[in-house]
C-alpha cells in the first residue's frame, strides 16, 4: 500500500474500464480544444516504451516542500505539488478538471515541460549529482537508490546540499524523471 506516481499506457489512458481515464483525457481535449490547443493523445500502442514510470512516495516531504518554498513563487510551488496529472504537452497554465481521485476533489493538469523546468531549478539548488542519480526508468527504480543505500553511499564521494537531506533530494529527482519520462514516451504520469 501506499502513494505512487505512475505512468499511464495509451490503453488506459483511453480505457473506460477499472483503471481507465477516458472521462478525464475527453474532458481535457474539450478544454484544450477550448483555448486553441492541440488535443493530447498517448502515441500508439505498437509504441509503447519497454517499460513504465513507477515510483513509491514514502519520505517525509517537510525538507521538499522548504526547498520549493525557498526556490519556486508560490504560484510554481503550487502547480508544482498540486498536479495530479503530468502530460507531455506544453500548457501555458495548469488545468482544473472537475474530476476527483483518492487524493483530490479535483484534478490538475500540468504540462511536463512545465514541471521539468521547476525540477531543473531544484535540482541545481541541491546540487543533485544527476550524474549518479539512475534515469532508465526501471520500475521503483529511484525508490530504490534513495531508500536502499545508495544514495547514501553515493553521498560522501559527490558532497553537496542534497546529500544533507536525501528525502529532499529523492522528490526532486522524482519530479524531475517523472518529467523527463512523459516527455520521452510521450505518456502521462499520475498519483495512484
Not at 480505457?15 to 484544450?32: K, S
Not at 503530468?86 to 497554465?93: M, Y
Not at 514541471?115 to 535540482?123: F, G, P, T, Y
Request: proline residues 9%; aromatic residues 10%; charged residues 20%.
Amino acid at each position: 500500500m501506499g502513494v505512487y506516481l505512475v505512468s499511464v499506457d495509451a490503453q488506459d489512458w483511453t480505457g473506460t474500464g477499472e483503471g481507465g481515464h477516458a472521462d478525464l483525457a475527453a474532458a481535457l481535449n474539450t478544454e484544450l480544444e477550448r483555448r486553441g490547443l492541440p488535443p493530447y493523445a498517448p502515441r500508439a500502442t505498437g509504441e509503447e516504451p519497454p517499460g513504465w514510470f513507477e515510483e513509491k512516495m514514502s519520505p517525509p516531504m517537510d525538507g521538499f516542500d522548504a526547498l520549493c518554498r525557498a526556490t519556486l513563487t508560490a504560484e510554481e510551488r503550487e502547480n508544482l505539488l498540486g498536479w495530479t496529472v503530468l502530460v507531455p504537452c506544453a500548457l501555458p497554465e495548469g488545468i482544473t478538471l472537475p474530476f476527483g481521485s483518492p487524493y483530490t476533489d479535483e484534478t490538475l493538469v500540468v504540462g511536463a515541460p512545465y514541471v521539468l523546468a521547476l525540477a531543473e531549478r531544484l535540482a541545481a539548488a541541491l546540487a543533485l549529482p544527476l550524474d549518479l542519480v539512475p534515469a532508465t526508468f526501471a520500475n521503483l527504480e529511484l525508490t530504490l537508490w534513495f531508500l536502499d543505500g545508495d544514495a547514501e553511499r553515493a553521498a560522501p564521494t559527490r558532497p553537496g546540499p542534497w546529500a544533507d537531506d536525501l528525502a529532499t533530494a529523492f522528490y526532486t529527482a522524482v519530479y524531475l524523471r517523472a518529467a523527463q519520462y512523459s516527455l520521452r514516451h510521450g505518456r502521462p504520469i499520475t498519483w495512484s
